[in-house]
């Protein structure tokens, strides 16, 4: 990946499926995915601080380079998750 060197972007195909029972409420499956998120947001900041010395969340889009880490880190943690429930 451009800007972070050795690092592999996931393929599009790559995603973290997420698949509950009947017994498990929906609060419990928002916790769950929720979890997920905050995992791939701390890989993230753990990557930027390491590579960049940035706080991923300070990253502003609007600007030029900060645009370019941010496309580059989420490309090492896109984060997809996929989301099913079975009714």
Known sequence: VDLLGDYRELPDNAVIYVSCQDA???QRYI????????S??????ELCLEKFNRNYTDLDKKIPED??????IKRVYPGRVAENLDE
Do not use: F, G, S
């Open 67 to 72: 645009r370019l880490i941010y496309k580059a």
């Open 40 to 45: 791939c947001n701390e890989l993230r900041e």
């Open 31 to 38: 916790e769950i995915v929720n979890e997920i998120e905050v």
């Open 24 to 26: 498990v409420t929906y």
